[in-house]
């Protein structure tokens, strides 16, 4: 899509910061509509990503419109698991107005590119069963579906 800028989050940019802050925080929105996001737990995420070690260890690209608003986000993290290293996606987000506009693959593009420039042998992602679109996209972009998180509420 024309006129979408992609960049690092910039964390010295306040307004930025807390669009990123609030989109992670929402995520549960996706595959729970009772989910409550409160400013204290935004402000959490705002905390976070000061203090996180953007370019090392994590990754962060927004892309913005015309108007400098956040529009997509995606988060990876590099982590060992099983003596090998892997990026695990911790966020990516397109806002409705601008889904199936090719966003959301570009951002996931980016996104292996910097894992394969950090060594990553392989990139994660942990996705909710009831999202079924979300799996679809991943499948449709090379990811295999692996282990089947399960759990039982305890009363
Ligand atoms: C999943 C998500 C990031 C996809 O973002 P997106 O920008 O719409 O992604 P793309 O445009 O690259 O691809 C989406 C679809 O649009 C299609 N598409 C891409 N460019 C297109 C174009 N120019 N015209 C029409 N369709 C297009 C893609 O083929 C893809 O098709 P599919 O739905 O059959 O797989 C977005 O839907 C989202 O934010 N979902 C909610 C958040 C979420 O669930 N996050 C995951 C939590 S684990």
């Not at 995420?45 to 108007?67: E, F, P, R, T």
């Amino acid at each position: 899509m024309k006129d979408i800028k992609y960049s690092l989050l910039n964390i010295n940019d306040e307004a930025e910061l807390r669009s990123a802050a609030y989109i992670h925080e929402s995520a549960p929105l996706n595959w729970d509509p009772h989910y409550k996001v409160t400013d204290e737990r935004v402000l959490f995420w705002v905390d976070y990503l000061k203090n996180l070690s953007l370019g090392n260890k994590a990754w962060i690209m927004v892309a913005k419109n015309q108007k400098q608003e956040v529009i997509g986000l995606h988060w990876l993290k590099l982590e060992e698991k099983f003596n090998q290293l892997r990026a695990n996606i911790d966020s990516l987000w397109v806002h409705d107005d601008y889904r199936k506009n090719g966003i959301g693959s570009e951002l996931k593009k980016r996104g292996e590119e910097w894992a394969k420039s950090q060594g990553a042998k392989l990139i994660s992602t942990q996705v909710y069963y009831s999202n079924q679109k979300m799996i679809n996209f991943n499948v449709k972009l090379g990811f295999i579906p692996q282990q089947v998180e399960m759990i039982k509420p305890l009363k």
